[in-house]
Structures are given as C-alpha cells and as structure tokens.
C-alpha cells in the first residue's frame, strides 16, 4: 500500500456532506458521551481506577457479545455486563489491591466469553468487529434516547453525591471518620462508572473506552489542580475527542477509535507540555523566596 493509498483511507472527503446527514446520531451521540464521559472521568483519576474503566469494559463486551449471539438487544447485554462487572469490583474491592487483582482476574474472563460468543455468532463480521472498536453508524433512533436517559441519570446523580464523593475520593480515612458512607458511595459510583462504560462500548469499542472515560480528566488534571476548572476542561476535551472522531470518521473507511484516541492522545500531550513548562517556571521563584526568606537567618548567624 502506497501512502496515497493509506492517506485516501484515513481522510476522505468527498461527498462529506451526504454522509455527514447519516451519521447525525452518532454525532450527537458522541457530544454526550464525551461531555458525560469527561465529567465522570475526574472521579475515576481521584479514585484512581483507570484500570477499573478497562476491566468493566472487558464484561461489557462480554454482555454485548453474548446479546449478538443470542439475538438480544445489544445496549441491554452491554449494560447487565458492564454492571455486573462493576457491582463484583465495588463489592469485593475496597482496598486498592484487591481491587487490582478483581479487575485483573476479571478483564481475561470478560474478553475470553466475548471471545468465545462472538466465534459462535453467525452473522456479519462488521457486527462482531464494531463491539470491540466501535462502529460510526450503529447508532440508531432508539440507542441515541437510551444513550441520553443514561448520561442524564449519570450526571444527576453525580451532581446530587458530588460534595461527599469528592471528600471520599480525594480523602476517604478522613471522609470515613466524619461519617460519609463510603462503602455505599463507592458501590453507587461503580454502578454509575459501569453505565458510563456500557454507553461508550457502543460508541467507541471495548478496547478503547478508556480514551473518553480516563484520559480527557487526566488531560485536565495537567494543567489545573481547581476542584471547579478540572471538571469543565474533562468535559470539553472530551467532547472535542468524541465529536472531533466522528467527524473525521466520516471522512475515512476505518472504525472511529482511532480518530478519537488519537485526538484525546493529542490533547493530554498538548496539556502535559503546558503543565511541565507551568512547572518548570514555577521552580526558579521558589527558590528565590526560599533564598530571600533564609538570607536574615543566615545573617543573624553571622553577627
């Protein structure tokens, strides 16, 4: 293949505004995945279970798989999957480690079952290859409104928890002592983070699903440390990623990742240069208070 040849399949824009007309679910889709997806994804960095995203997405795919197979709805299989993911890492993973070797021994399992269903399924290999790496035109009339239910049920009740979820994610031993529950906030987080992934599988594949739900927050996260301006750039970057990938998608005859990872890619790139220059520039006017401030000791050491 010729870089002509490649490029042409990449980018391609002719008849851009034919095609765009059919694939306007799927762009409204992806704007409220990602500003869902990047609101949600500041918890997932402050609790730090980025490889949680991963490991309910594996049983998400599992659960689309197994719907495929048997002629299911394909968003109903996604969610009992990604729930039941999430519910066993919630329940059994309190502690860091626990959670880690949960997730680890369940992420094989899911990809395994998925796996073995879609090898079973006899359909066409489209379907098959789009759980795993998303598909620009599956979504539909009916998946856009239940897309747009969840992400509203998501974002309320983060915004009714949003205070003691913050405490318990930033500062659980405190939170704990002051009498947040967090056993239950972590639980209803976790059933809530596995909505989130089950939505996206459908958008952007199982394999990927992190490029909305992690790295849109962690991008924020570089050059801001406000609890108000960290959530506002997770949901812009993660609506420029999500609708960015579409629009580019339609311009190409490849699957829509990778125009959406590589935009968020590009944007926690972008972001962590910012924040090392911001840090860097902060270092020379420390140590110059640092020295003024020990200058009269070292005087009065003197005399």
């Known amino acids: 293949m010729t870089f002509d040849e490649f490029w042409g399949q990449v980018v391609n824009f002719s008849d851009y505004g034919e095609l765009l007309n059919l694939v306007r679910f799927s762009l409204i889709a992806a704007a409220v995945l990602g500003i869902a997806g990047g609101l949600i994804g500041v918890f997932v960095m402050q609790r730090d279970m980025a490889f949680a995203v991963h490991g309910i997405s594996e049983l998400s795919f599992a659960g689309a798989a197994a719907a495929l197979l048997f002629g299911a709805n394909v968003v109903a299989g996604s969610i009992v999957g990604s729930l039941v993911a999430a519910i066993l890492i919630g329940m059994l993973g309190a502690k860091a480690r626990d959670r880690n070797s949960i997730i680890g021994v369940l992420m094989p399992f899911g990809m395994g079952l998925g796996i073995l269903f879609l090898a079973l399924y006899p359909g066409r290999s489209g379907n098959k290859f789009g759980l795993l790496t998303g598909q620009i035109i599956s979504v539909d009339g009916e998946q856009l409104g239940l897309l747009i239910v969840i ?5 309320a009740a983060l915004f009714v928890v949003w205070r003691p979820l913050t405490f318990d994610s930033l500062d659980p031993e405190v939170a704990a002592a ?16 596995g909505l989130m992934v089950a939505v996206a ?8 699903v992190m490029a909305l739900l992690v790295t849109p927050a962690a991008a924020a996260m570089r050059v801001s440390s406000s609890p108000r301006l960290v959530p506002v750039l997770s949901m812009i970057f993660g609506f420029v990623s999500a609708t960015g990938g579409v ?6 005859s490849l699957p829509i990742s ?7 890619f590009l944007i926690y790139l972008v972001c962590r240069v910012i924040g090392a220059r911001r840090g860097s520039s902060r270092k020379p006017s420390v140590s110059r ?14 005399s």
């Open 151 to 155: 992400s509203v049920v998501v974002l």
């Open 178 to 193: 002051r009498g947040v529950p967090s056993r239950a906030l972590s639980l209803g987080f976790m059933v809530l983070l």
């Open 201 to 208: 599988v459908q958008i952007i594949g199982a394999l990927l």
């Open 247 to 252: 629009l580019l998608a339609i311009g190409g």
């Open 258 to 264: 990778p125009y959406i990872t590589t935009i968020s």
């Open 289 to 302: 208070a640092s020295t003024t401030e020990l200058t009269p000791v070292s005087r009065a050491g003197k």
